[in-house]
C-alpha cells in the first residue's frame, strides 16, 4: 500500500458516513429543516401573527398594520471524530459502506447532531436585531411529570395545546426514550384502542398516534448521559412541530485520512462538522415531562 493514501479512496470513504449519517446516525435530522449557513452565526428572519380590519367607509384610507418582524440566532459548532488504524488490510475497510469505522463515526456524529437539536428545543433562544436577548421556553408550554410517567393523558394534552394554537397538523414529533412507550403500554387508564395502538408503536408496525410521528432515542452524550436529559427521575422530553426547530449546517462533513509518523505510521480517520440548531417558534415546542422508576 502507498504511503499516500488516495484522493478517491477519502472521498468515497466520506461519502459512506455522509450518507449512514443522514440514513442512520441521528434520528431527528430528516424531522427539521436545514439551513445553511457562512460564517459562525446565521439569522432567521421571522413574521409575526396580525388581524384584518373591517372596512368602515368607501375610499377611505388603507390601513397600516404594522406587521411584527423579528429573528432568531443560528451559532455554529464544531464537533469531530478521529480513530487510529494499524494494519492496511483494516483501511481497505473503509471504503465499504458497512464498514464498523464507518458507522461508528457515522453515528457519533448522528448523535451530535440530535443532541444540537434537542438541546436547542428546550434550551434558550436568542432574538433580536445582534441576537442577544435570551428567550427561555416559557412555562405554559411544559407539561409537569406529576408523579407520572408518559400517560395517555399527557399525550391528549399535547394534541390539545398544539390544535389550540392552530400549530399545523402535520411534522408533528414526539421524542422519548424506550421507558415511556413502556409507559403506554402500562397505563391503567388507557382504552383498548389506545393500548393496541401502544402496542403496535412497540413492535415498529406503526410509527404515528393521534396526530404524532413518534421517535424514540436512546442514544447518548459524550458525558455517558442520555441525549433526552433527566433530572433526577424525571426525564424531559419533547414534541415539536417541524417549522418550531432549524438545524444549521456551516460545514456538512469533511473527511480525511492520512498517515501519523508519530504513531508509528498508523493510519488516522478524522472528520468534523459545524453545525447549530435554534427553537425558532415557542408555540410549536412543548417540554412533556416524565417520571421514571428508579
Not at 455522509?18 to 459562525?40: A, C, F, H, W
Not at 451559532?75 to 465499504?96: C, F, N
Not at 405554559?140 to 406529576?146: F, G, M, P
Request: glycine share 8%; net charge negative; aromatic share 8%.
Amino acid at each position: 500500500m502507498s504511503n499516500e493514501v488516495e484522493t478517491s479512496f477519502v472521498q468515497q470513504y466520506t461519502e459512506n458516513v455522509t450518507l449512514l449519517t443522514q440514513q442512520k446516525g441521528s434520528k431527528l435530522r430528516q424531522y427539521v429543516d436545514i439551513e445553511p449557513i457562512n460564517g459562525e452565526f446565521a439569522y432567521v428572519e421571522q413574521i409575526g401573527q396580525t388581524a384584518a380590519k373591517v372596512k368602515e367607509s368607501r375610499h377611505g384610507d388603507t390601513p397600516v398594520m404594522n406587521t411584527p418582524h423579528g429573528r432568531r440566532r443560528l451559532q455554529l459548532i464544531p464537533y469531530e471524530w478521529g480513530d487510529l488504524i494499524d494494519t492496511a488490510d483494516k483501511v481497505r475497510m473503509l471504503i465499504d459502506p458497512t464498514s464498523p469505522y464507518a458507522m461508528a463515526a457515522a453515528m457519533a456524529m448522528g448523535r451530535a447532531m440530535d443532541v444540537e437539536i434537542y438541546d436547542a428545543a428546550l434550551g434558550t433562544a436568542y432574538s433580536g436585531k445582534k441576537g442577544n436577548t435570551a428567550i427561555t421556553l416559557p412555562s405554559s408550554q411544559k407539561i409537569a411529570a406529576n408523579s407520572q410517567g408518559f400517560t395517555f393523558a399527557k399525550l391528549a394534552k399535547l394534541k390539545m395545546m398544539f390544535d389550540d394554537k392552530d400549530v399545523e397538523e402535520n411534522d408533528r414529533i414526539i421524542v422519548y426514550t424506550a421507558q415511556q412507550l413502556s409507559d403506554l403500554l402500562n397505563d391503567e387508564k388507557a382504552t383498548s384502542q389506545e393500548y393496541n395502538a401502544a402496542q403496535v408503536l412497540q413492535r415498529g408496525e406503526i410509527d404515528e398516534f393521534m396526530g404524532f410521528k413518534f421517535v424514540q432515542v436512546n442514544g447518548v452524550r459524550e458525558d455517558g448521559t442520555k441525549i433526552i436529559k433527566a433530572t433526577g427521575q424525571t426525564r424531559h422530553c419533547l414534541a415539536f412541530q417541524r417549522k418550531g426547530l432549524k438545524l444549521g449546517i456551516g460545514q456538512d462533513i469533511v473527511g480525511k485520512i492520512t498517515e501519523r509518523a508519530d504513531k508509528s505510521f498508523s493510519t488516522q480517520v478524522y472528520y468534523e462538522m459545524m453545525i447549530g440548531a435554534a427553537r425558532l417558534e415557542e408555540n410549536c415546542v412543548v417540554q412533556f415531562d416524565c417520571t421514571e422508576p428508579s
